[in-house]
């Protein structure tokens, strides 16, 4: 695979030594400037809170679902 095209780009294989350090890419930032950063952070803090709240709910139905005398 390493070398070959993809979607007009160079795949790049190797095996993975735990260093590598990954960047978000910027495509989406270019495209909707400044505001994009700030509607972005809002969006992605949305994201987590609802993630948390779903987190929260399945430890809930997990304790309802125990017996009676049961601890979470």
């Not at 979607?7 to 994009?36: C, H, P, R």
């Not at 679902?65 to 049961?70: F, I, R, Y």
């Amino acid at each position: 695979m390493n070398g070959r095209f993809f979607s007009g780009q160079t795949v790049e294989a190797y095996i993975a030594d735990g260093n590598e350090k990954f960047k978000k890419s910027s495509e989406k930032k270019g495209v909707m400037g400044l505001e994009g950063d700030e509607n972005e952070k809002e969006e992605e803090g949305k994201r987590l809170d609802e993630f948390g709240s779903w987190l929260e709910g399945e430890k809930v139905a997990a304790a309802e679902g125990k017996g009676e005398g049961e601890e979470v």
